[in-house]
Nanobody, 122 residues
Framework: EKQLVESGGGSVQAGGSLRLSCTAS????????IGWFRQVPGKEREGVSC????????FYSDSAEGRFTISSDNAENTVYLQMISLKPEDTAVYYC???????????????WGPGTQITVSP
């Protein structure tokens, strides 16, 4: 059974930093992407960042580029998203998710976790 366990959300002031982690279990191959999308009520899902388990290639949305860094600890099956210079517009529920390797992380995810709230105050 596939499972994604997230941690690291919370509240921070603008300019602050947070780190999200996501531990995956139940995946029997490395032919997928793993990362985060975020969602604000009333707005479309936004793929924030993902990494290929197969070759380590990464993707960042325009809003994340330069501020967020995704990394993977394959021994622990854990992926991290280090976020710096956070802005109020980063406020959202962040979901750890997986996508097929032939898809981008702006597409509909195949599987996702329960989500964690990030709130950035001005």
């Amino acid at each position: 059974e596939k499972q994604l366990v997230e941690s690291g959300g919370g509240s921070v002031q603008a300019g602050g930093s947070l780190r999200l982690s996501c531990t995956a279990s139940g995946y029997t191959s490395d032919n997928y992407l793993i990362g985060w999308f975020r969602q604000v009520p009333g707005k479309e899902r936004e793929g924030v960042s993902c990494i290929s388990k197969k070759d380590g290639s990464t993707f960042y949305s325009d809003s994340a580029e330069g501020r967020f860094t995704i990394s993977s600890d394959n021994a622990e099956n854990t992926v991290y998203l280090q976020m710096i210079s956070l802005k109020p517009e980063d406020t959202a529920v962040y979901y750890c998710a997986t996508w097929g390797s032939g898809y981008g992380c702006n597409s509909h995810p195949f599987f996702w976790g329960p989500g964690t709230q990030i709130t950035v105050s001005p």
